[in-house]
């Protein structure tokens, strides 16, 4: 259970990085102070193509993993509960994030951190649900699909810095792993 915890903990650190990225480069310190900046309005157009592409990334992951465990029909219903989550736990990080970037430049300092642990609450959470439900995917699993998983989660990135969570490809001996949004 520990192994297997830690290894869909790295899976899901990377994708929260990946879809934190955009909210901690507008962490830097503004030009102009606080009080004198603008309020956000609307959603950032780059946040909205970012969930978008975070969405698209989630949708490809879900086709990737399915046909590398070679799921049945008979497996569907704990399939399609897994990838519910999956996506579920994406739109949850991406509006999360969202929500931080917009209030971010008229934060102080202190509620800059809780936010950030809020963040960190949130994927957390997300990472608990998705873990419940591979759990009852990963059981309806044949032997051999079994084996295809736990080569998947033993090395995510599949060696040589190759991350499957970058659009990289793992190898043949490790397939990529599965990310909660991941992000999510």
Do not use: C
């Amino acid at each position: 259970m520990k192994n297997s915890l830690r290894s869909l903990t790295l899976p899901a650190l990377v994708s929260l990085a990946l879809v934190a990225a955009p909210a901690w480069a507008q962490q830097a310190t503004p030009a102009t102070p606080p009080a004198a900046q603008k309020l956000p309005t609307t959603t950032p157009p780059g946040a909205q193509d970012h969930g978008q592409k975070h969405a698209d990334a989630v949708e490809q992951r879900i086709a990737d993993l399915h046909a590398q465990l070679k799921i049945t029909d008979q497996q569907a219903k704990p399939w399609d509960t897994f990838a519910q989550t999956m996506r579920d736990n994406a739109r949850k990080a991406d509006q999360a994030f969202r929500e931080r970037a917009q209030k971010l430049s008229t934060m102080t300092a202190e509620d800059a951190m809780k936010s950030y642990a809020d963040l960190t609450e949130t994927h957390a959470d997300n990472m608990k649900k998705l873990s419940s439900a591979f759990s009852d995917l990963y059981d309806a699993l044949s032997p051999a699909q079994k084996q295809i998983a736990d080569a998947m989660y033993r090395n995510p990135g599949g060696g040589k810095g190759a991350s499957p969570h970058k659009g990289g490809k793992a190898s043949k001996a490790a397939p990529a792993g599965a990310s909660s949004s991941a992000h999510s």
